[in-house]
């Protein structure tokens, strides 16, 4: 899984240089990806969650990997829970519902990544039920 995210992370920084100027300094970045089907956004996010932070169930209309930079997630998906620790990564398939958590006494620092059609939604709520 970190083979996914170092090669969806080199693409991204491979495509914006040779796509756009440097973005400025901002909580997200995005990168339009060339390609002869439907263009793509690449999306980079840094993100940290205050310890107990839970964030609501959602799903994306795109892939999404993170890795946990340092704390303890744990991750609700698909009726399953998993805890990753600083240094590890996980893939969200597209339109799958899950919800992270700062399972840890102290915040939890990620980055995330997504791949997703251009212009569409970044996220959207996960229906009833989930």
């Known amino acids: 899984m970190r083979l996914v995210f ?36 690449f999306y980079m996010l840094h993100r940290v969650l ?22 303890t997630i744990r991750l609700t998906m698909a009726g399953r829970s998993r805890i990753y620790h600083a240094g590890e990564s996980f893939l969200i398939p597209r339109g799958v519902a899950h919800s992270p958590a700062n399972a840890g ?4 620092e990620v980055a ?6 251009k212009g569409a939604p ?3 709520p996960a229906p009833a039920g989930h």
């Open 6 to 41: 170092l090669a969806a992370l080199l693409l991204g920084t491979a495509v914006a240089a040779s796509a756009q100027p440097a973005p400025s300094t901002g909580a997200m970045q995005t990168y339009d990806i060339p390609t002869t089907g439907k263009p793509q956004t």
């Open 50 to 71: 205050k310890p107990s932070e839970v964030l609501p169930m959602h799903s994306h209309r795109g892939v999404e990997i993170t890795w946990v930079v340092r704390g």
């Open 105 to 108: 006494s102290d915040e939890a």
């Open 112 to 117: 995330v990544n997504y791949i997703l059609d």
């Open 122 to 124: 970044l996220s959207d």
